[in-house]
Structure formats: C-alpha cells, structure tokens
Nanobody, 123 residues
Framework: QVQLVESGGGLVQAGGSLRLSCAASGRTLSSYVMGWFCQAPGKGREFVAARGWYSLNTYYGDSVKGRFTISRDNAKNTVYLQMNSLKPEDTAAYYC????????????????WGQGTQVTVSS
C-alpha cells in the first residue's frame, strides 16, 4: 500500500506561485509513476503532470506547459508541483497519484490517490 498526502494549496492572486507537495509513505516509490491531476467543481479530473520516479522525462497537460514543473526528492519520498504564473482557471482541487506502470494522462490508470489540496486563484 502507498499513502499519499498533499499539502501546499491555498489562495493566491493571479500571476502568483504555489508549490504543492505530495509526501508518500508505505513503500518506496522508485518503481512508481507519479502524477498530478486537478478537478474543478462540476468538471472531471484533468491531467496536470506526471513523471517516472527516476526518469528525466516529464509530461504536462497543455494548459500548464511552461508554467508548472513536477519534481521529486528521493530523500524525502516526496513529489512536488511548482505552479507559476497562476491563472483563475487553475482554481481546482489538486490530487497526487501513483501507478506502477507507464506514464499515463488518464486518471483511471492510477492505483493510489491523496486526499487533495485546494488551490484558489483570484483575479
């Protein structure tokens, strides 16, 4: 089992930045793909970013390319999502997820999920 706990959400003005953290426990994540998804009220879960734990390859949703960065800290068993140049349309609950196979932008393929952290961007 893998437990994921997100933190770092909050209220920020448009153009500002936030860094979300996803702390993992239960087992090491060296064989896992880590992903970030977001869900706004009344909408489905949307792919934000993903990477293999030790991979240098990162993947991003079209709406966040050039603004968000996914990274990880091996020692802390933690994945981060650095969010820059935030826009009001980025307002959503953000979820961290893990899966054991190839990188995917589809939420249905992820086995473990955190409880989510809310990001609100004011205009």
């Amino acid at each position: 089992q893998v437990q994921l706990v997100e933190s770092g959400g909050g209220l920020v003005q448009a153009g500002g930045s936030l860094r979300l953290s996803c702390a993992a426990s239960g087992r090491t994540l060296s064989s896992y793909v880590m992903g970030w998804f977001c869900q706004a009220p009344g909408k489905g879960r949307e792919f934000v970013a993903a990477r293999g734990w030790y991979s240098l390859n990162t993947y991003y949703g079209d709406s966040v390319k050039g603004r968000f960065t996914i990274s990880r800290d091996n020692a802390k068993n933690t994945v981060y999502l650095q969010m820059n140049s935030l826009k009001p349309e980025d307002t959503a609950a953000y979820y961290c997820a893990a899966r054991k196979s190839a990188v995917s932008s589809r939420s249905v393929g992820y086995d473990y999920w955190g409880q989510g952290t809310q990001v609100t961007v004011s205009s």
